[in-house]
């Protein structure tokens, strides 16, 4: 399985900032994707990163909030832009290729 | 058409016991259905899975139970111990590996 690791594991932020959010896999893969999981609550897709090409985002998220990058196939890049508190959760990577493998997460408080 | 009902929300179970969790979904283009397990801190880490063409897959003590005519699948968790406890969390794909999760279900085993 894909080893992932995910920088920072943890911040708190002043609304109204940005916050990147980076993703280093251990082997090059086709498939990466972020999710958000808010405080107890489920995981929900925010978009697939695509290699070489804008990211491809779920209902509900646009690319002026959370834009991304990959610019190769082991990293990826999730940034959290103009932060408000409703923003606080937990951000998780993910890659996929036999099967998906999660990253152990961001999770992001924002005051 | 896109959800994935998971219950019970949470799950008291003995140690020694049988913890059962029910997951139902909707769309039958589905057809790959994983089972993840997260400890507190930590990403979602893969169970089991199943694909919808067998009924049952066990595991060591983890059985998935399929049932394509009713469209649902339950996780079973047998001789379930104090190191079980965590939030498990049923999902669906249809080959894109863009997850859809069940809302989780938290299970604590007591010792």
């Known amino acids: 399985s894909a080893v992932i690791s995910q920088k920072p594991s943890r911040d708190i932020c002043q609304r109204g900032t940005s916050l990147t959010i980076q993703c280093q896999v251990d082997?090059?893969?086709?498939?990466m994707f972020w999710y958000r999981q808010q405080p107890g609550q489920s995981l929900t897709l925010i978009a697939t990163?695509?290699?070489?090409?804008?990211?491809?985002?779920e209902s509900g998220f646009v690319i002026d909030k959370f834009p991304i990058s990959r610019p190769n196939l082991t990293f990826s890049t999730l940034t959290v832009s103009n932060m408000s508190p409703e923003d606080s959760s937990i951000y998780l990577c993910?890659?996929?290729?036999?099967?998906?493998?999660f990253g152990q997460g961001t999770r992001l408080t924002v005051v | 058409q896109q959800q994935v009902k998971q219950s019970p929300q949470s799950l008291i179970v003995q140690k020694g016991g049988i913890s059962i969790i029910n997951c139902a979904y909707e769309n039958t283009a589905f057809d790959y259905f994983p089972w993840y397990q997260q400890f507190p801190g930590k990403g979602p880490a893969l169970l089991i899975a199943i694909r919808p063409d067998v009924s049952e897959k066990k595991e060591g003590r983890f059985t998935i139970s399929f049932n394509k005519s009713a469209k649902q699948f339950s996780l079973h968790i047998m001789d379930s111990q104090p190191g079980d406890s965590a939030t498990y969390f049923c999902?669906?794909?249809?080959?894109?590996?863009?997850?859809?999760f069940g809302t989780g279900t938290r299970l604590k085993v007591l010792a």
């Open positions: 993910s890659v996929a290729e036999t099967e998906a493998f």
């Open positions: 082997s090059q893969v086709t498939m």
């Open positions: 999902a669906a794909t249809s080959g894109t590996y863009k997850y859809i």
């Open positions: 990163a695509n290699q070489g090409s804008e990211a491809t985002y």
